[in-house]
């Protein structure tokens, strides 16, 4: 957008020099460099800009619900994030475990802990279940065994055999989330996970993400169903227009009807 100032110190100008990032996100532990921290984040498709200004901090273990409208900003909040080409980063600073993403291509995030599960699924074709799992652990760092996998979604035990693009799609969701855990995540990264599934579904794999959140897994979950995520989560993000708007508790979210109608229309 033209009438939209371009940011200034772009990526590069201003190297880390082994201090908390910049001026600390909208909620700040104590001064320390969270977990995970996004902190003024700017992302661009082409001219378009889209991601403007976002800082939030995630605690090693927390649960977040990223939410707002369709088009706030939520997906190319975590493709920034997982460091993908688009949107182009052109400023601000992402740390994980004290690792500056922001520096990285998307194939070093993966390698250092970012997870993402897209909304897509992208399940391999041609590919059994198995395969699909075993091909996620070809290079190290590698995560879960595809036994515990199993033991998690025991429906893919049960069709290991089968090509991963003849599953449901709520089993299909499921090889989406086991592959990324069959690597070495630190922060799980979750883009729609219950879109286009039956209730029932929905409720199986909300089952699997509770005993995930209680093995700790750090997360990050954006869902059009709000009420579902912020059950899941400990804390919500409210994004509107590129910008967070609310950063607080998830049981904040669901006693305030007012910022739910005027930001998640729900
Ligand atoms: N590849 C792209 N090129 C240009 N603009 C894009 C591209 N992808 C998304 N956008 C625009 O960026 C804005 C934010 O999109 P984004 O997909 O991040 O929103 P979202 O919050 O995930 O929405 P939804 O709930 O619909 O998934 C939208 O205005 C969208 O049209
Ligand atoms: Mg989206």
Redesign the pocket.
């Known amino acids: 957008m033209s009438n939209v100032d371009q940011p200034q110190n772009l990526l590069g100008d201003k190297p880390f020099d082994g201090a908390a990032p910049g001026t600390p996100p909208a909620k700040t532990t104590g001064g320390q460099p969270a977990y995970f921290s996004c902190w003024d984040v700017h992302a661009y498709?082409?001219e378009?800009y889209?991601v403007q200004g976002v800082s939030f901090d995630v605690r090693e273990g927390e649960i977040v619900a990223l939410l707002?409208?369709?088009?706030?900003?939520?997906?190319?909040?975590l493709r920034a994030i997982a460091r993908v080409d688009?949107?182009a980063l052109k400023h601000g600073e992402i740390w994980l475990d004290h690792q500056p993403l922001h520096e990285m291509k998307s194939y070093q995030a993966a390698q250092i802990g970012i997870g993402l599960v897209p909304?897509d699924r992208r399940i391999i074709q041609g590919l059994t279940v198995e395969e699909n799992l075993k091909l996620a652990q070809i290079a190290p760092p590698v995560g879960w065994s595809i036994e515990r996998i199993y033991d998690l979604f025991p429906r893919l035990g049960e069709r290991r055999g089968q090509e991963g693009t003849t599953l449901s799609g709520g089993e299909q969701q499921m090889l989406a989330i086991g592959r990324t855990l069959a690597r070495d995540v630190k922060l799980l990264l979750l883009d729609?996970p219950y879109e286009g599934l039956a209730p029932v579904i929905v409720q199986e794999i909300e089952r699997t993400l509770d005993q995930i959140k209680s093995l700790g897994m750090t997360t990050i979950i954006?869902e059009?169903n709000a009420i579902a995520a912020l059950h899941l989560a400990d804390r919500a993000i409210i994004?509107d227009m590129?910008q967070v708007v609310f950063d607080g508790k998830s049981q904040e979210v669901l006693d305030n009807a007012d910022l739910r109608q005027q930001y998640l229309a729900i």
Do not use: F, H, M
Not at 68 to 77: F, M, P, V
């Open positions: 498709y082409g378009s889209i707002g409208r369709n088009g706030a900003g939520k997906t190319s909040t688009d949107p909304e729609e954006v059009q994004l590129g």
